[in-house]
C-alpha cells in the first residue's frame, strides 16, 4: 500500500493526523526532527519513520524516498510550521527568512521531491497556513507573511499539478501544543484567548485530524483542490458573543 508522508509527525497536529489515518487503515511513513518521539511514536503505530530537519534537502529527499512504495506515495502532510511573534521593532531579516523556509521554501521542494510518488499514485497533498493569513493581528508580521505564502503556494501548486496530485490547505486558529505553549501556558491567558473565539476555546489537534484524513481520501475529497479551508472556531470571521464574567 502507498504511504502517507507525515513531516512534523511528533508534534501535537501531526502525530494526531497520522494516528487518525493509521485508525483509518492508510499505511503513514513519519518525519521529524527528534529520534526518540519519532520512533515511539512509530512504535506504536508499527510504522516506518525517517529522522530529518526539514531545512537539510538531502535529508528530505531520502526520507521521502524512503517512505515510497513501489515508487508510490498516497499523501503529503506538511504538518511543520513556526510561531513567531514579535513587533515590527524588534523583527529581523533572518525571522522572516527562516518562517518562510520553515512554512514555505522547504515545503515546495518537499512535494517537488515527492511529485512523481503523489503522480504514480494520483495523491493528495494538505499544508497548514493560519487564521492569521488572512485577519490581522499585532506582533504577526513574519508568521503571517510566511503562512500567506503558504496558501498562495497551494494555489499554485493545486493549478500546476491538476489533475494527477490535489493540493488543499487547512487554515487554524491558536491550538493546544508545544509551539503555542508560551502563548497559553498562563491560565487567564489562555482563557482570554479562547473567549475571542466564538466557540469559546482553543483548537485540538483532533479538530484538524479529520478534515486532513478527507482531504487526503480522493474517494470522498476527490473534487477538491486548491481550497483554503478555515478550522478556526470561527475566529476569522465572526465576532465573538459578549460573555457574563
Known amino acids: 500500500m502507498a ?27 513519519l518525519i521529524a526532527r527528534q529520534p526518540e518521539p519519532l520512533s515511539s511514536l512509530a512504535d506504536s503505530l508499527s510504522a516506518s519513520f525517517s529522522v530529518a530537519d526539514v531545512t537539510d534537502r538531502r535529508a528530505v529527499d531520502a ?23 514579535k513587533p515590527l521593532s524588534r523583527l529581523e531579516e533572518e525571522d522572516f527568512l527562516s518562517a518562510f523556509q520553515l512554512n514555505v521554501s522547504a515545503a515546495a521542494l518537499a512535494i517537488k521531491s515527492a511529485q512523481p510518488g ?3 499514485a494520483k495523491g493528495a497533498v494538505v499544508l497548514f497556513s493560519s487564521v492569521a493569513a488572512a485577519f490581522g493581528f499585532p506582533s504577526h508580521a513574519a508568521i503571517a507573511a510566511a503562512k500567506a505564502g503558504v496558501e498562495g503556494l497551494g494555489r499554485a501548486l493545486a493549478a500546476e499539478l491538476a489533475p494527477d496530485i490535489r493540493v488543499n490547505v487547512i487554515a487554524p486558529s491558536l491550538s493546544q501544543s508545544k509551539m503555542a505553549a508560551p502563548l497559553i501556558s498562563n491560565p487567564a491567558m489562555a482563557q482570554g484567548i479562547a473567549q475571542t473565539h466564538p466557540m469559546g476555546r482553543l483548537g485540538q489537534a483532533s479538530d484538524f485530524s479529520a478534515l486532513c484524513c ?17 478550522v478556526d472556531g470561527g475566529r476569522g470571521q465572526l465576532a465573538a458573543p459578549l460573555r457574563a464574567r
Open 3 to 29: 504511504k502517507c508522508l507525515i513531516f512534523g509527525a511528533t508534534g501535537a497536529m501531526g502525530s494526531q493526523i497520522a494516528r487518525s489515518l493509521h485508525s483509518r487503515g492508510q499505511a503513514v511513513h
Open 63 to 85: 526520507a521521502i524516498q524512503a517512505g515510497s512504495e513501489d515508487g508510490q506515495i498516497a499523501g503529503l502532510v506538511w504538518a511543520v510550521g513556526s510561531i513567531v511573534l
Open 118 to 120: 503523489l503522480t504514480a
Open 214 to 230: 478527507l482531504l487526503l481520501d480522493n474517494s470522498q475529497s476527490g473534487w477538491m483542490t486548491g481550497t483554503v479551508l478555515p
